[in-house]
Structure formats: C-alpha cells, structure tokens
C-alpha cells in the first residue's frame, strides 16, 4: 500500500511560536493531501485541503492565517500552527489519495502529530 | 460537521466473540469507508462498500449497507486483542472525506 510518512511525530512548545509539520507521501505522488485534526477520543474533523501549485482550500471556521498550509511539491505538503496557543494542543493528521485515484475514495494517512502548547 | 454518529461509542467483548458497530449517515452517498485507528495513530482503510453493494467481505470483516435507512455496519468476527483499537466509518467524494464518531472497540483477553 502507500506510505505516507508525517513528521514530527510528537512536539512540544511554548506559547506565541510557530510549528511546522510536514506531511510526505513516499511512493506515490499527491496533488492533493488534507489535513484533519483530531482532538481526545473524538473523530478527526478536516481543517484543509492541501493543493499542490495553489492555495489550500479552508473549512468553515479554520482560520488559514493561523493554520498555514504549503504543498510545495507533489510528494510534500506542510502545515504550520502559527502563534500557537494552548488550545491548539491536538492531534493533526494528513492523508493523500494517490494522484488519478481521486475517486476510488481511499485515503492513505500519515501517523499523526502531537501537539502539546505549554 | 459530523456526518456520521457510529454506535456504540464504545464496546468491549472478550476475544473469540464477534464485534458488530453501526454508522448512520445523513446525505446520499457513492460509497461508504471503515477506518481503524490504533490509540495515537494515524488511519488505515479498512474497507470500501459501493452504494450499489449491500454487503462485503474481507478476511474476517464484514459490511453492510442499507441505503434506505443510510446506515452501515461493520463485523468482526472471531475477534482478536489485537483487534483493539477506534473504527470509524466516512462518507465523502472527491476523497474529501467525512468521518463519523467512532467506536471503541475494546477485546480483552
């Protein structure tokens, strides 16, 4: 199957800074890869869509200045929690389909990050 | 929003005894998905049923889908403690997935 390999896979900061986490699909390409977030015993709920060449597509209520999305390449997209809070603190997970697989509607995930803001 | 609520929100059975968890979903679907996530890790599909399909099979899983009442269930039979882990049903298309609530399936030994 696909790999998907997300990194850090655990990181902890300080109020006010910024932290990056990046989302690589290691044998296939992604055009598109999402970004979900997940908080304690609750399902993930979609942050963005992550579109290689373009800007990220936001969900309703997401803020895109705060959660910065770059999918610079076709196996890399990142995500930065900017000025990160407490309440950022959660689980963030990406996932990709494989390019001309859109529609066959099986999503690869990467392993998650952890992000606790002290 | 939440597509799918899944219940029970959480089950425990002893090992060898099969695990049966529901989704329900709102909208119309083309298919309908079942993820596994072990405790602080990512996703991993489990299995992909077609609005046209009313049940599947895969290894010791089973699947149904009943469109008329927009609901879904997931079997595992002969369960394992490995087996422990959150199964969440999604909807969606064009990959943009929604995820249900989950249940916590839990097998003791």
């Known amino acids: 199957g696909a790999v998907v390999s997300q990194h850090p896979s655990w990181v902890i900061c300080k109020s006010g800074t910024s932290v990056k986490i990046e989302c690589r699909s290691l044998?296939?390409?992604?055009?598109?890869m999402f970004w979900y977030r997940q908080f304690p015993k609750q399902s993930l709920m979609l942050m963005a869509t992550?579109?290689?060449?373009?800007?990220?597509?936001?969900e309703q209520g997401v803020e895109k200045d705060k959660f910065l999305i770059n999918h610079a390449s076709l196996t890399l997209s990142t995500l930065t929690v900017t000025s990160a809070h407490p309440e950022d603190s959660s689980f963030y997970i990406c996932?990709?389909?494989?390019?001309?697989?859109?529609?066959?509607?099986?999503?690869?995930f990467g392993e998650g990050s952890r992000l606790t803001v002290l | 929003s939440q597509q799918g609520e899944e219940d029970p929100q959480a089950l425990s059975i002893q090992e060898g005894e099969n695990a049966t968890m529901n989704c329900s979903y709102k909208?119309?679907?083309?298919?309908l998905q079942w993820y596994r996530q072990n405790s602080g890790r990512g996703l991993v599909h489990l299995i992909l049923?077609?609005?046209?399909?009313r049940e599947k099979h895969s290894g010791r899983l089973r699947v149904t889908l009943d469109t008329s009442k927009k609901s879904s269930s997931l079997l595992i039979t002969a369960s394992r403690a490995a087996d422990t882990a959150s199964y969440f049903c999604?909807?969606?298309?064009?990959?943009?997935?929604?995820f249900g609530t989950g249940t916590q399936l839990k097998v003791e030994l």
């Open positions: 996932s990709a389909p494989r390019d001309g697989q859109l529609n066959t509607g099986e999503l690869f």
């Open positions: 044998d296939f390409q992604a055009t598109t």
């Open positions: 992550s579109n290689e060449g373009s800007k990220a597509t936001y």
């Open positions: 909208t119309s679907i083309n298919n």
């Open positions: 049923i077609r609005s046209n399909e």
């Open positions: 999604a909807t969606g298309g064009g990959n943009k997935l929604t």
